[in-house]
């Protein structure tokens, strides 16, 4: 599939001049880039030089005409699970080339935030391209094939994973078997549980995530 044909909501710098740094927006199943693009306003109060773009997964959704997935989620086993982050992972590339070219950037100058689906796939792109990002933040979401982790990871940026603890849809263990197969795979990475927060971004999520995007621009 041509990256060509996924696109999405951007938001500009805040600043109103040239992007300094990007952050790429990853929705989960069902949803598009709408729905993560309402984070740039909170972000680019930190963050006024940096561009954003919520770009909307290559297929439609299965079991919500309006959204879209980049993978099917009928079968979620392991095996199944890997298949599809794969199969989407050269879009997302894809994409991500293009934009970083758009702006001039380079990727030390990119952060990808994804949101459950879109973390799986965040991980799974951000660690195996040949120049390292400068972070990955993961909302609600877990690590396709954690055992291929320590032969596939090529770059090992710092990595945020925050989760609720009352999450319905993906339960937190789901975070820490994330952290604990990153951490031995050599990968920085940092972890907080919202407590009382189910599917979703919950504030002190957010407030860490900020500072997290911070911290690493």
């Known amino acids: 599939m041509n990256a060509a044909t996924i696109d999405g909501p951007r938001q ?6 040239a992007a300094e740094q990007l952050v ?3 929705h989960g199943y069902g949803a598009d880039g709408n ?3 309402g984070l740039a306003p909170y972000f680019a109060r930190i963050l006024p030089n940096a561009a954003f773009a919520a ?10 005409p309006m959204g879209y997935q980049w993978f099917p989620i009928d079968q979620f086993d392991p095996s199944s699970r890997l298949n599809g982050v794969r199969d989407a992972a050269p879009v997302l590339d894809q994409f991500i080339d293009r934009e970083l070219e758009r702006h001039g950037l380079s990727e030390d100058k990119l952060v990808l935030v994804g949101f459950s689906q879109g973390t799986m796939m965040s991980l799974h792109v951000a660690l195996r391209r040949p120049r390292q990002v400068a972070g990955i933040l993961g909302y609600s979401g877990l690590l396709a094939g954690p055992e291929l982790l320590a032969d596939e990871a090529i770059s090992k940026p710092p990595i945020l994973l925050i989760h609720g603890d009352m999450d319905e ?3 937190v263990q789901n975070l820490h078997d994330a952290v604990e197969a990153l951490g031995a795979a050599g990968l920085n990475v940092e972890w907080h549980v919202s407590p009382g927060a189910g599917h979703t971004i919950a504030q002190d999520g957010l407030d860490l995530g900020m500072e997290f995007l911070q911290r690493v621009f």
């Open 12 to 17: 500009e710098p805040a600043s109103g001049g």
């Open 24 to 26: 790429i927006l990853v």
């Open 35 to 37: 729905d993560l693009i």
């Open 55 to 64: 770009p909307n997964a290559p297929q439609r959704c299965e079991m919500s």
């Open 169 to 171: 849809m993906l339960p």
